[in-house]
T-cell receptor, first 112, second 113 residues
């Protein structure tokens, strides 16, 4: 069965600190990987996605993620977080048949 | 463009009552999805549709039915609501199936007492 694991449930950082959120997926076939963000009171928005090519993908607002096939990982990074990055972050895997699986989410709190 | 809209935004039901949640998108997307979001459990796929007139089961389909009679609408029905169905329900749509971005609606907060 397909699954997505996010290692950290709640991360608290000070502004300008670096961020790395872990995501591991489990699936035997080809998956397409996504990171979504949900700001307080808003709906989910796409941060970035990977389905082929360069394993280092860049998204909006300075976020990037690296796909490491050997580790089944797709970790999200940002070199310097801002207070406005406070949100919940979801990793997702979608098979070519369209079946999507989301991780449990990581709540990021950035202290000003 | 309104994007993805959901009706209603909030609803309180008694156990055993029925209701239908409506999702509409104006982006001419082929694919639509219904998720539920529960604290600490992320989003779980209930049902999805790969085109008008088609539906498929997701991870947690029991207790829900769906219909996609028109391309722009995707309805989620609860025939006999249970307290375990208290959740926030999100609808999403996408242009392509696997590699495409899913656009999410604002959510419907449902409480079953």
């Amino acid at each position: 069965a397909q699954s997505v694991s996010q290692h950290n449930h709640h991360v608290i950082l000070s502004e300008a600190a670096s961020l790395e959120l872990g995501c591991n997926y489990s699936y035997g076939g080809t998956v397409n990987l996504f990171w979504y963000v949900q700001y307080p009171g808003q709906h989910l928005q796409l941060l970035l996605k990977y389905f082929s090519g360069d394993p280092l993908v860049k998204g909006i607002k300075g976020f990037e993620a690296e796909f490491i096939k050997s580790k089944f990982s797709f970790n999200l990074r940002k070199p310097s977080v801002q207070w406005s990055d406070t949100a919940e972050y979801f990793c997702a895997a979608i098979t070519n048949a369209g079946k999507s699986t989301f991780g449990d989410g990581t709540t990021l709190t950035v202290k000003p | 463009n309104a994007g993805v809209t959901q009706t209603p935004k909030f609803r309180v039901l008694k156990t055993g009552q029925s209701m239908t949640l409506l999702c509409a998108q104006d982006m001419n997307h082929e694919y639509m999805y219904w998720y539920r979001q529960d604290p600490g459990m992320g989003l779980r796929l209930i049902h999805y549709s790969v085109g008008e007139g088609t539906t498929a089961k997701g991870e947690v389909p029991d207790g829900y039915n769906v219909s996609r009679l028109k391309k722009q609408n995707f309805l989620l029905g609860l025939e006999s609501a249970a307290p375990s169905q208290t959740s926030v329900y999100f609808c999403a749509s996408s242009l392509t199936l696997a590699g495409g971005e899913q656009y999410f609606g604002p959510g419907t907060r449902l409480t079953v007492t």
